[in-house]
């Protein structure tokens, strides 16, 4: 089954052998004395924290795993580090203390309970046991973290356990003020040999200089794991193995799906999900339709998730917008360009591409793009003439030129699945017109079945459409044909007198079919 909402592990996981196996190699080593840190580093929702669990589920006897996402304490304070402590204390003793200690941190008395019930603890040192009782409602101070930051260790030593102490979203604890965390952390951490230690986040550019950058406390002491999208082979068998057996997809729509939408593994759990809500079979019109309502729509869940970002990316800025939509216009491209299109000097223009962070990627001749493809095509839709984008990518060539002539015809033209799993390729809105199309890749004249003819006549009157067809050349020359000016016969017949001359002028003219 599909999962968008929420890590993948087990039977769902999928793909990342090679990340899996450095992450259990790390385990042993720690099983084995030798701990080591770990840094992965990657977009968002490109599945770190799946990784994780899997490893964790996956882990050697005698380690156990503990993960702490930063996210989870907002407004982010200092008492992360206590949350932190109770996440080792629940890896460790949870399952003996038959309940979490994170989640009595807010009820110190019952929290305090569960410790000293728990037989492990009772050979602790008297320093452990008072850091212990204090850990729920002792001020989060920098001397206090301090102390945190070794309870994992102290708690493995005491108990003759190894674990693995995992932090997502780690660059956001540089935020913190009055603090300097990452020095801290590195201090505590350096003397601890039961604990290995696992950072991760989304801010890559951030991170990478956190674990490789020479003034950084943390300078050599992480090995890097770079996480991207799938391969795409890997990428279709999640989407043909995960679908359910009732609603398979075909691997040649899931390889058509991946060319659309990419190897994000988000995306793909996103698209799955939304493509076997339909009942099957599954083709093109199926995947054009699920990919215009998830994407170019103002309520697509991943046109959701896409606004989500832009406004992460560009806040209030209007220099950083403009920045974005004419990288996403244009990329890739050079700055000067960038600079031209946003009317701005190079100077500014190289400032703004800074403040867009891992948004935008630079590649080695020096030239400008967004890294998200599928973002970037969500962009251009948002922007002026963006209608003709989703054509450009579900579409094939005819009805691209189509889609072309309508949007500068001032349409907002869709797929939407009512009209692609009936007579009609495309639906064209202007204000309140619908316009069916069917799209015929030949130039007038055109002949139909007269049972495909009574077919859009039907539909037409069904969902109360203005209704014509769209013819296209070899060389691509669009033209627009009247239905009423068919010929009747054995079939029905539309010649080079039906072209419409002036669409948007037809379209003001009353018709049978309005409701």
């Not at 309970?113 to 452990?128: E, F, P, Q, Y």
């Not at 801290?184 to 040999?193: L, T």
């Not at 099957?280 to 054009?288: A, C, G, H, T």
């Not at 962070?357 to 590649?363: K, M, S, Y």
């Amino acid at each position: 089954m599909f999962r968008s909402n929420a890590p993948v592990t087990a039977t769902a996981f999928h793909d990342r052998q090679t990340e899996l196996a450095g992450l259990l190699d790390a385990f042993e080593a720690l099983r084995q004395g030798a701990p080591r840190w770990l840094a992965i580093v990657g977009p968002r929702k490109v599945g770190k924290t799946s990784l994780l669990l899997e490893a964790s589920r996956r882990s050697p006897s005698g380690v156990h795993v503990a993960l702490l996402d930063v996210f989870e304490r907002a407004p982010l304070d200092l008492d992360v580090f206590r949350l932190l402590a109770a996440r080792a204390l629940d890896a460790l003793l949870a399952e003996e203390a038959g309940a979490s200690f994170a989640r009595r941190l807010h009820t110190p008395a019952e929290f305090r309970a569960l410790l000293h019930k728990t037989g492990s603890l009772r050979n602790a040192s008297a320093d452990l046991h008072s850091d212990l009782d204090r850990l729920p409602d002792e001020p989060a101070t920098p001397d206090a973290v301090r102390r945190w930051l070794h309870l994992p260790e102290e708690l493995c030593a005491l108990l003759d356990r190894k674990l693995v102490l995992a932090i997502d979203e780690v660059q956001e604890l540089g935020s913190l003020s009055r603090f300097e965390p990452f020095v801290a952390m590195r201090a505590a951490w350096q003397r601890h040999e039961r604990v290995a230690y696992v950072i991760s986040g989304s801010a890559e550019s951030t991170l990478r200089e956190l674990v490789t950058a020479r003034h950084s406390p943390f300078f050599q002491h992480f090995t890097l794991f770079e996480l991207g999208p799938f391969h795409p082979a890997d990428a279709i068998k999640l989407l043909v193995d995960a679908a359910p057996p009732d609603r398979p997809i075909p691997k040649a729509i899931a390889a058509r799906l991946v060319e659309v939408i990419g190897t994000h593994p988000f995306y793909l759990q996103m698209a799955g999900e939304a493509l076997v809500t339909e009942p099957p079979p599954y083709d093109d019109e199926s995947l054009k339709a699920m990919v215009q309502a998830l994407v170019f729509s103002r309520t697509g869940r991943l046109a959701l998730y896409f606004e989500n970002e832009y406004a992460r990316a560009v806040g209030k800025a209007t220099t950083a917008a403009a920045t974005l939509a004419a990288v996403a216009e244009l990329g890739p491209t050079r700055m000067t360009d960038v600079a031209k299109a946003i009317g701005a000097s190079t100077a500014s223009t190289a400032r703004y591409l800074e403040r867009l962070g891992d948004t935008i990627v630079r590649a080695d001749d020096g030239r400008y793009s967004l890294a998200d493809p599928l973002f970037g095509s969500w962009v251009r839709w948002r922007g002026p003439g963006g209608t003709v984008v989703p054509m450009t990518i579900v579409g094939d060539e005819a009805e691209q030129a189509v889609a072309r002539h309508l949007s500068d015809l001032g349409f907002d033209l869709v797929y939407q699945s009512r009209a692609s799993r009936g007579a009609f390729d495309l639906l064209a809105l202007r204000g309140h017109e619908q316009l069916g199309l069917q799209v015929k890749r030949a130039a007038p004249p055109l002949r139909f079945a007269n049972a495909d003819w009574k077919r859009m006549e039907a539909d037409a009157q069904r969902f109360g459409w203005r209704w014509a067809i769209a013819s296209v050349d070899a060389a691509g020359e669009v033209k627009m044909l009247d239905p009423a000016k068919a010929t009747r016969g054995r079939e029905r017949r539309l010649a080079q007198a039906a072209v419409i001359e002036n669409l948007l002028r037809w379209l003001d003219r009353p018709s049978k079919h309005r409701r």
